[in-house]
């Protein structure tokens, strides 16, 4: 009797993990391949490490955070090379814009500088733009503030650790000093994030700083990624990568955030951008998320741009408007689109400017 209890546990066990399993490649799109839809683009000079990140003024004045090394992604920098994170600003104005590397003033150890998610902030006071940057020297989680001025240069203002930003993927600026940023792990140990991923448990969250608190704002994600502001900033959208879906959240009194609704998209959105004129969402996102977690040169992961048009209403329009199959442009994380032009990051690859009109 003994050994029928065991063998039915045993069994009831592996049942378990197989299911898991098969629903782990589901949340990974593992059989996933998209048919490609180009745009008219080119690359942006300069930029061959990647540019997780980029924001947009309402000026034309884009910023891109570059060089990420990321544990378990492909990563061409090298901080021995001289070719680790950096900063690009670039004018979309110009009649060719072209990144141009930032120059950081301040204590900020660049040599470990490990930029990833980004924000800009302008201070309605005075017009100063402030730009946060999560930043991962060693693996660790930080948010750097600086503030940008003249033409080229960011001088580092502030760093911020809290453990509640143990994960840091991406951030909001909401003031000179606060923000929501997002976690993509449950937990920083990577195994007991797998854990929790493999046993489908939403653990992860989005925690809102100032100086006087820090707290959780929202959770039940399986891995918050990109986040950001509508142009009236009464909503955050944050997206929840392994879940395939953007979730809307208001703003409320003392940074209350309630949730809304969520938006499915179909792929592994990464972040966030929002048209300051329209309104609508743009994500860079990845097709094929096995593709990018086990990377094979021959056989690159590829990259997708989503739009998600009239959020707020009752039937989002949500439309594919770029993809590629890895060989012009190798897993895009941002979509980032200004007066006609769109410029779409990656994780470690090159970056694009496209015509969308
Ligand atoms: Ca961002
Ligand atoms: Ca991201």
């Not at 900020?108 to 040599?111: I, P, Q, R, V």
């Not at 959020?311 to 009752?314: A, N, P």
């Given at each position: 009797m003994k050994k029928v209890i065991v063998a039915a546990v045993v069994a009831a066990v592996a049942a378990f993990i197989g299911h898991r399993f098969l629903q782990l490649k589901e949340m990974a799109l593992t059989s996933r391949d998209v048919p490609v839809k180009h745009l008219n683009c080119h690359y942006l000079k300069?930029?061959?490490?990647?540019?997780?990140d980029i924001t947009i003024l309402r000026d034309g004045l884009a910023f891109l955070s570059t060089g990420l090394n990321y544990p378990g992604m492909p990563s061409f920098s090298d901080e021995n090379e001289g070719n680790q994170g950096k900063m690009y600003v670039l004018d979309l104005l110009h009649p060719r814009p072209t990144p141009v590397e930032l120059q950081i003033r301040g204590e900020?150890?660049?040599?470990s500088f490990n930029p990833h998610g980004i924000s800009a902030y302008i201070?309605?006071?005075?017009?100063s733009v402030y730009l946060f940057v999560v930043n991962h020297p060693h693996h660790k989680s930080k948010v750097e503030i600086f503030h940008f001025v003249e033409e080229n240069t960011l001088v580092h203002l502030k760093t911020i650790t809290h453990?509640?930003?143990?994960?840091?993927?991406d951030i909001v600026a909401v003031g000179v000093e606060s923000f929501y940023a997002t976690n993509d792990?449950?937990?920083?140990?990577e195994a007991l994030h797998f854990l929790t991923v493999l046993l489908g448990l939403p653990w992860c969250d989005v925690v809102y700083y100032s100086p006087k608190e820090a707290r959780v704002a929202a959770d039940g994600f399986m891995s918050a990624n990109g986040i950001n502001i509508s142009p009236d900033k009464r909503y955050i959208y944050i997206s929840d990568i392994l879940d395939h879906a953007i979730d809307v959240y208001e703003r409320q009194e003392g940074e209350q955030l309630v949730h809304l609704k969520s938006v499915a998209v179909g792929s592994l959105c990464d972040n966030i951008e929002v048209d300051?004129?329209?309104?609508d969402i743009w994500l860079g996102c990845h097709p094929n998320g096995m593709k990018l977690l086990m990377y094979?040169?021959?056989?690159p992961p590829g990259s997708e741009v989503i739009r998600i048009k009239n959020?707020?209403?009752?039937q989002p329009v949500v439309s594919q408007e770029y993809a590629d199959n890895?060989?012009?442009?190798?897993?895009?994380?941002v979509a980032a689109p200004y007066e006609g032009k769109l410029l779409i990051g990656t994780v470690f690859h090159k970056a694009l400017c496209c015509d969308l009109k």
């Open positions: 300069n930029i061959e490490y990647g540019a997780e900020l150890d660049l040599s201070d309605e006071a005075d017009d453990p509640l930003l143990h994960s840091v993927n792990h449950s937990f920083p140990n300051h004129r329209t309104g094979d040169p021959e056989d959020i707020h209403s009752e890895g060989h012009v442009l190798i897993a895009s994380t």
